[in-house]
C-alpha cells in the first residue's frame, strides 16, 4: 500500500480556512480525544512528539525536533511530520509536512474561535506579534472578515514594516495601547511571559485571541484582562493546569476555575452572549486539533486528485 506524502506548497494548494473551521466543528462532534505529549532532550537539543486518538477520526503523531545550532548551519531550526494513521485499522495513511500542520492548526483554532466569540461586524483587526504566526494570522482572519481593516505592531518596528510588505493593506501601529483600544477584535503571537496587553486598555465588545504563551512561565494578558472577560479556551485538558495565561491566575487566585466558560467540546456555551461584553480566547493548540487539521488537510489533497 502507498503512502501518500503531502508537502508544504502543494498540499497548501488546496486549502481553506472556513474549510478547516468546518472540520474542527466537524471533529468536536466526536468523541473527546485521547492525547499524550513525549520530550526528550540531548542540550541543547529537543524532539517533541505529540500524539492524539480520536474514535471515528484516527490517529496522529506529530513529531518536531527542535535543533537551535541548525540556523548557524543554513538548516531549518524546526523540522517534523505529521505520521496520519487510518482510523479503521492502523494503517499508515499520510505523512504531512510538519509546518503545513502546525500554520493551519494555529491560526485556525484561533479563527474557529473568532467566529464563535467575535462580533460579526467587527471591522478592526490588530495583530500583536509580526512573526510567522503572525503571517498566517492575517490570511486567516481575513477570509473571515473580508472587510477588516488589519494593523499590526511589534517591539521592533522594522518587522512589522517587513510583515506589512507582505501583506496588501496592513498598517503598522507604534502606540499598542491606542491600537487595542481601537480594535474590534486583538488576536496575539508573542513570546511574551510578562503580559504586554493590559486590562484596562479594553473595550467592550471586544475580543481577544492569545496565541503566543505555551509554557507555564509565559501569558500575554494581565489581570485586569482575564478579570475583565469572558474567558474561554480549546480544551481545558491542555490549557488548564499548562499554560501561564490560564494556569497563574488561577494560582493566584485571580479568577476560580468557573471563570472558564467553555472549550470546543461546549457547544452551547462557547458563543458570545452579548454585543458589549468582551470575550478572551486561548489558543493552547494541542495535538487533537493537529489530527483534526491533518485529516482535513489529506481529505483537501485526496479531493484534489
Not at 241 to 265: F, S, V
Request: hydrophobic share 40%; aromatic share 8%.
Amino acid at each position: 500500500m502507498s503512502i501518500t506524502i503531502i508537502p508544504f506548497d502543494e498540499g497548501e494548494a488546496h486549502l481553506d480556512w472556513l474549510a478547516l473551521c468546518d472540520a474542527f466543528e466537524a471533529g468536536h462532534t466526536l468523541p473527546r480525544a485521547e492525547i499524550a505529549d513525549t520530550f526528550l532532550y540531548r542540550d541543547p537539543d529537543t524532539m517533541l512528539n505529540r500524539a492524539a486518538w480520536i474514535d471515528g477520526l484516527g490517529m496522529a503523531v506529530k513529531t518536531a525536533t527542535i535543533f537551535p545550532g541548525n540556523p548557524g548551519r543554513g538548516a531549518p531550526m524546526v523540522n517534523g511530520a505529521v505520521n496520519l494513521y487510518d482510523d479503521a485499522g492502523g494503517t499508515l495513511s499520510a505523512l504531512v509536512d510538519f509546518h503545513l500542520v502546525t500554520k493551519w492548526k494555529t491560526a485556525g483554532d484561533s479563527l474557529y474561535a473568532a467566529r464563535k466569540l467575535a462580533r460579526p461586524d467587527s471591522r478592526n483587526i490588530l495583530i500583536v506579534g509580526a512573526g510567522t504566526v503572525g503571517r498566517s494570522l492575517f490570511e486567516a482572519y481575513s477570509a473571515a472578515f473580508p472587510d477588516a481593516r488589519f494593523t499590526v505592531w511589534n517591539r521592533t518596528r522594522a518587522n512589522a514594516e517587513a510583515m506589512a510588505a507582505d501583506c496588501p493593506g496592513l498598517q503598522v501601529a507604534d502606540d499598542l495601547e491606542a491600537a487595542v483600544r481601537a480594535a474590534d477584535i486583538v488576536t496575539s503571537a508573542t513570546m511574551s511571559t510578562d503580559p504586554i496587553l493590559k486590562g484596562d486598555w479594553l473595550q467592550p465588545g471586544q475580543h481577544i485571541d492569545l496565541i503566543g504563551a505555551y509554557r507555564p512561565d509565559m501569558r500575554e494578558a494581565d489581570d485586569t484582562a482575564i478579570s475583565r472577560a469572558r474567558v474561554f479556551v480549546d480544551s481545558f485538558n491542555t490549557t488548564v493546569g499548562h499554560i501561564g495565561e490560564i494556569k497563574i491566575p488561577l494560582e493566584t487566585g485571580t479568577i476560580t476555575r468557573d471563570a472558564l466558560i467553555a472549550d470546543y467540546y461546549q457547544p452551547q456555551a462557547f458563543q458570545r452572549r452579548s454585543e458589549d461584553e468582551i470575550t478572551l480566547f486561548k489558543n493552547g493548540g494541542g495535538a487533537h486539533l493537529d489530527l483534526m487539521t491533518s485529516r482535513y488537510i489529506l481529505d483537501a489533497w485526496q479531493g484534489s486528485q
